[in-house]
């Protein structure tokens, strides 16, 4: 069984920055990555932040490139991101998401809130 534990979120100012983690126990990930919930939205609204596989490039949603970055730690099965410039239209619950690529699985973590706002 993987779980995923997220850590980092909090109240920042509009233009600061933050870093999340996650760290995945049990199988390695093939993917790993973050979604976000603002407020408001019903969970199916989930919005793609990033992700990235083992190998590859990183991939992010439009609005957050130039300021977000996502990195992994292969060795210690945990994925970051690093938000710069955020701004208040960047506040949600940010999920930790993860893929068993071996069995096709989604694993989610349980959310961490991250709140711009001055």
């Known amino acids: 069984q993987v779980q995923l534990v997220e850590s980092g979120g909090g109240l920042v100012q509009p233009g600061g920055s933050l870093t999340l983690s996650c760290a995945a126990s049990?199988?390695?990930?093939?993917?790993m990555g973050w979604y976000r919930q603002g407020p408001g939205k019903q969970p199916m609204q989930r919005e793609l932040?990033?992700?990235?596989?083992?190998?590859?490039?990183?991939n992010y949603a439009d609005s957050v490139k130039g300021r977000f970055t996502i990195s992994r730690d292969n060795a210690k099965n945990t994925v970051y991101l690093q938000m710069n410039s955020l701004k208040p239209e960047d506040t949600a619950v940010y999920y930790c998401?993860?893929?068993?690529?071996?069995?096709?699985?989604?694993?989610w973590g349980q959310g961490t809130q991250v709140t711009v706002s001055s």
């Open positions: 049990g199988s390695r990930l093939g993917i």
């Open positions: 932040v990033a992700y990235k596989s083992i190998t590859g490039n990183p």
């Open positions: 998401y993860g893929v068993l690529t071996e069995l096709g699985k989604n694993y």
